[in-house]
């Protein structure tokens, strides 16, 4: 959270930013969200179903071996050698899960990943559902720019003050959706929105009973998730690591009482990738 110091500092060496004193500051906006939310989960649980859930980050792709360019969605970019590995080593690793349902982004990398997986594991690739619900997050015209032209000061005086809601201008005109239209830039916060609409919806119909899940998405889209459910402040995403192929394991309880909801059993697990 932005002290009110360090909130006028960031305005005032941005002209453009001073109408933000009139505006919310991205912590009470969370702040009053969460308190929204807290009711409205509580309120749909008695009719929601049980559910183990897996968020699992794409192993290396050819992307994250150019650390110099954004590399936002890039759905073209494949595993390399390396990601490859990692992905049977994640594979060996969840044997013995038995998932009910195993969904993927459409993205190339968390396809692969999915699939080589699920190979190391022994069930059918086949089985992997791609969905766009889960994609990274798009960031606009910045996708394939260098860092060192984007991120100049002029970003970061925005980024002190608009946090986890900056947004980036454009489209990215590299990924289109399947239905060919361009997606716009989005803020965390719009990804949040995103996953959570999708993982809502696979707690629904409580009549289904207990289920196991895995999805296969990327890292920015799992830390956004996760401060929706923990309820961090604005700058949660970029303060918390999430490796290739790291397994973050959540449960969904049932209960009507305080010690269920989301329950967070590990966070950014990798330990698969010991020694490669």
């Known amino acids: 959270f932005l002290t009110d110091f360090n ?8 002209s453009s930013c001073l109408s933000g004193l009139r505006r919310e500051l991205p912590a009470q906006r969370l702040l009053r969200f969460q308190l929204e939310e807290v009711s409205r989960e509580r309120r749909l649980r008695r ?3 049980p559910l183990r859930l897996f968020l699992i980050r794409h192993a290396e792709s050819v992307m994250n071996v150019s650390p110099e360019l954004i590399g936002g969605r890039t759905n073209s ?4 050698a390396k990601g490859c ?16 349902s195993i969904f993927s982004s459409t993205a190339a990398r968390a396809r692969e990943t999915a699939e080589t997986a699920c190979a190391a594991m ?8 791609p969905v766009e619900d889960v994609l990274e997050i ?5 996708t394939g720019k260098p860092r060192a032209v984007v991120y100049n000061e002029s970003y970061f005086e925005k980024l002190e003050v608009e946090q986890c809601f900056l947004k980036p201008p454009g489209i990215s005109e590299v990924d289109p959706l399947a239905d060919g239209s361009l997606p716009h830039g989005e803020s965390q916060w719009d990804v949040e929105q995103r996953m959570a609409l999708f993982i809502d919806g696979l707690l ?11 999805i296969f998405t990327h890292g920015i889209a799992i830390k956004c998730f996760l401060r929706r459910i923990l309820g961090a402040g604005p700058v949660f995403a970029v303060h918390c690591d999430c490796p290739n192929t790291s397994i973050t394991e959540l449960r969904y309880k049932t209960e ?5 909801g989301w329950i967070v059993v590990r966070v950014s697990d990798a330990a698969h990738l010991e020694g490669l």
Do not use: I
């Open 7 to 14: 909130l006028l500092s960031a305005m005032g060496s941005c």
């Open 47 to 49: 009719n929601r179903r």
């Open 77 to 80: 970019a494949k595993l390399t």
């Open 85 to 100: 590995s990692q992905a049977k080593a994640l594979g060996e690793r969840l044997k013995g899960v038995a998932f009910d």
């Open 122 to 129: 022994g069930c059918d690739p086949s089985a992997v559902m």
């Open 138 to 142: 798009c960031q606009g015209e910045w």
């Open 204 to 214: 629904e119909d409580s009549s289904r009973g207990a289920e196991t899940v895995a």
């Open 256 to 260: 009507d009482h305080n010690l269920d």
